[in-house]
């Protein structure tokens, strides 16, 4: 089964800085996607941005981007020039691949990273 | 407007008592999901639906029932809610294996 780990259980940033969340991953597999969605205090889960394992270059969303190692099992987002509106618990979370079946399409998050960013 | 809608938003029940949160969405996404989101797990799923009338169990499945007899609609029942089911509660839905997952709102379910 598939894991993943969220080694910061928070995070602080000063605004207009740039803060990096970690995840780390562990799968037998070699194709599957990888996500970041954000949940602010109203509890909304909203999508970040999000990354396929076969493509090596790394996604960007405007103030996001992230680092995908898939060697390392590493996906790390970063967010340049924070704001305050940026404050949030952050999953990252894992999805096998198309065709695989079963219950293997749904998201495996991490138990969540708590970023503050002070002003 | 397009999306989806999880109702009601907050609910204070008792053990024992059968409660049902209701999911509704606009896309006429095949797949729907269940997750109960407690601290200290993130969100784990309950129970998933691949189409109308396919429905299977997640990872935590027990004491709660689910349905979809229209594509749109995806309830979720505790039969006898336990103060153990205590959670915030989402659904979500997408177009196909692929395509990222999209959230409701959320139900905050309180179990006395």
């Known amino acids: 089964a598939q894991t993943v780990t969220q080694s910061q259980p928070e995070m602080s940033v000063q605004e207009a800085e740039t803060v990096t969340l970690s995840c780390t991953y562990d799968?037998?597999?070699?194709?599957?996607?990888l996500f970041w969605y954000k949940q602010p205090p109203s509890r909304q889960m909203i999508l970040v941005i999000r990354?396929?394992?076969?493509?090596?270059q790394n996604a960007t969303e405007n103030r996001f981007s992230v680092n995908f190692q898939k060697a390392a099992k590493s996906f790390s987002l970063k967010i340049s020039d924070s704001q305050l509106g940026d404050a949030a618990m952050y999953f990252c979370?894992?999805?096998?691949?198309?065709?695989?079946?079963?219950?293997?399409?749904?998201?495996?998050f991490g138990k969540g990273t708590l970023l503050t960013v002070n002003p | 407007d397009a999306g989806i809608t999880q109702s009601p938003r907050y609910k204070i029940t008792e053990t024992g008592r059968q409660v049902t949160l209701m999911c509704h969405q606009t896309?006429?996404?095949?797949?729907m999901f269940w997750y109960r989101q407690d601290l200290g797990h993130g969100l784990r799923l309950i129970y998933y639906?691949?189409?109308?009338?396919?429905?299977d169990k997640g990872e935590v499945p027990d004491g709660y029932v689910v349905s979809r007899s229209k594509t749109e609609n995806f309830p979720l029942t505790l039969e006898s809610a336990t103060r153990s089911q205590t959670s915030v509660y989402f659904c979500?839905?997408?177009?196909?294996?692929?395509?990222?997952?999209?959230f409701g709102d959320g139900t905050r379910l309180s179990i006395l």
């Open positions: 979500a839905s997408s177009e196909h294996q692929g395509q990222p997952q999209h």
């Open positions: 799968t037998s597999e070699s194709d599957y996607y």
């Open positions: 990354q396929e394992a076969y493509k090596q």
């Open positions: 979370a894992y999805r096998s691949p198309m065709g695989s079946g079963g219950s293997n399409y749904k998201l495996t």
């Open positions: 896309w006429s996404h095949s797949y």
């Open positions: 639906s691949a189409a109308a009338d396919i429905t």
